[in-house]
C-alpha cells in the first residue's frame, strides 16, 4: 500500500532520544513497551521496531537481537486507504436476467494477471447489489433476489475464504445504487425502489461493529445506475439515471454527516456505469448512453472540477463490477461478459483483458483488499 515518510531526525534533533508525546497517535507501526528491558526477543519479529518509554529510544528487530533504530527517513503507513494490494472480489449478479441470479463471490489477485476463483457465497443471491470494503471485510448491500427488492448487509472475510452472512440493514429497500467507503463506514447512495420510484437516500453502516445502517443525507437528485467512488476525506457518485442520463459528480464529506454536492460532470451522460478510485482521481467506467460504450473518465479528488475522457476499456458494456487496487483500476464482468479488464493509474491508458470471472455476469458488486 501507499505510505507517506515521517523524518524522525526532525522529532530526535541531535538527541538519541524521542519523547512519547511526539509520537503517540501516530501509526508507523511501533510497538510501544515500559523500558528496554521489556522488549520481547521473539524470531518471528523480523523487521519490527519498538520504542522504550523509559529510555525514550526507537529499536529495530533483525531476527536476533535489538539494534537502534536510526534517525532518519522512516516510512510512515497510513491508517486506510480505499484502494487495496492482495485482491479483486466480485459478488451476486446475474447472467441474463431474473433466471440466473448469481450468490457468487469471485476473488481475483492483483500481483498477477489471472482468472478469479469461486471463494464463497452471497447470504442470498441477488442482483443490483454495490459493493464496500473494510481493512479486514467485504460488504454486499441491497440487491433484488428475483421475488423483491431488498436492505440486506451482507459481509464476508478477507483473511479466509468463505460464505457472506447477513449483518445488517439499510434504511431504506433498494438495488442499482452505489457503494463508497470510508475508513470506518461503508454507504450506499441513490438507487431504485419498487419501479419506478428512484432513491437520493445517503445511508452509512459501522465497519466496526455489525448494525443497521443510518440515513445521513441525500444526493443532489434522484438516482440509480451510477457509479461510486472513494477518497480518503469524501464519497462520489457520478452518473446514473435511465429515461434522464446524468453526467453528474455529486461529492459528499465522511467527516461530517450531510447532503452531497454537484462538483463537476462527467464528459459523457450515462447509467449502468462502474467506479474506482486511485488515491488521486475517481474514474467511471463504460455505461450505457443509448448505445453501450467504453469511455473511461477520470475526474480529481483535490478539487472540483469536469471529468476526462483518457482511455477505454476493451468491450463496451454495461453494469460492471468496479475493484481498484493501489495501482490499477478493474472492471469485472458486465453485460455479458466474463472479462477483468484493468488499467493504469500512473498514465493515462486503455484497459487491458487480464482474465476472467468464473462465470459471466452483470450487476454485480466489487469490493477489494
Not at 446524468?246 to 450515462?270: E, M, P, Q
Amino acid at each position: 500500500m501507499p505510505s507517506n515518510s515521517r523524518n524522525l531526525s526532525s522529532l530526535l534533533g541531535t538527541d538519541t532520544k524521542i519523547a512519547t508525546d511526539d509520537i503517540s497517535g501516530v501509526q508507523i507501526g511501533i510497538g510501544f513497551y515500559a523500558n528496554e528491558a521489556a522488549l520481547p526477543t521473539d524470531g518471528n519479529l523480523l523487521g519490527a521496531k519498538a520504542y522504550a518509554e523509559s529510555e525514550g529510544t526507537l529499536h529495530f528487530w533483525n531476527g536476533a537481537s535489538w539494534g537502534a533504530l536510526a534517525a532518519t527517513e522512516y516510512e510512515v503507513p497510513p491508517s486506510w486507504v480505499f484502494q487495496g494490494s492482495i485482491s479483486g472480489y466480485t459478488s451476486g449478479g446475474t447472467f441474463n436476467g431474473t433466471p440466473n441470479i448469481r450468490d457468487i463471490i469471485d476473488k481475483f489477485p492483483f500481483a498477477s494477471d489471472a482468472n478469479a476463483t469461486d471463494v464463497g457465497n452471497l447470504s442470498i443471491a441477488r442482483i443490483g447489489v454495490t459493493g464496500q470494503s473494510s481493512g479486514v471485510s467485504g460488504y454486499s448491500s441491497s440487491g433484488y433476489d428475483g421475488t423483491a427488492i431488498g436492505d440486506i448487509i451482507d459481509k464476508f472475510s478477507f483473511a479466509a475464504d468463505g460464505n457472506a452472512t447477513d449483518v445488517g440493514d439499510l434504511t431504506i429497500t433498494r438495488y442499482q445504487n452505489a457503494g463508497q467507503s470510508s475508513e470506518v463506514s461503508g454507504y450506499n447512495s441513490g438507487g431504485s425502489g419498487p419501479y419506478p420510484l428512484d432513491r437520493f437516500t445517503i445511508d452509512k453502516f459501522p465497519f466496526a461493529a455489525d448494525g443497521n445502517a443510518t440515513d445521513v443525507g441525500d444526493l443532489t437528485a434522484l438516482t440509480h445506475s451510477a457509479a461510486g467512488q472513494s477518497s480518503d476525506v469524501s464519497g462520489y457518485t457520478s452518473g446514473g439515471n435511465r429515461n434522464t442520463d446524468n453526467d453528474r459528480i455529486d461529492k459528499f464529506s465522511f467527516a461530517a454527516d450531510g447532503n452531497a454536492t454537484d462538483v463537476g460532470n462527467l464528459t459523457l451522460a450515462r447509467y449502468e456505469v462502474t467506479g474506482q478510485s486511485s488515491t488521486e482521481s475517481g474514474y467511471t467506467s463504460n455505461g450505457n448512453a443509448l448505445p453501450l460504450v467504453n469511455t473511461i473518465d477520470k475526474f480529481p479528488f483535490a478539487a472540483d472540477a469536469n471529468a476526462t475522457d483518457v482511455g477505454d476499456v476493451t468491450v463496451a458494456k454495461r453494469n460492471a463490477a468496479g475493484q481498484s487496487s493501489t495501482t490499477s483500476g478493474y472492471s469485472s464482468g458486465g453485460q455479458v461478459t466474463n472479462i477483468i479488464d484493468k488499467f493504469p493509474f500512473a498514465s493515462d491508458a486503455n484497459a487491458t483483458d487480464v482474465g476472467d470471472l468464473t462465470v459471466a455476469r452483470w450487476s454485480a458488486a466489487g469490493q477489494q483488499v
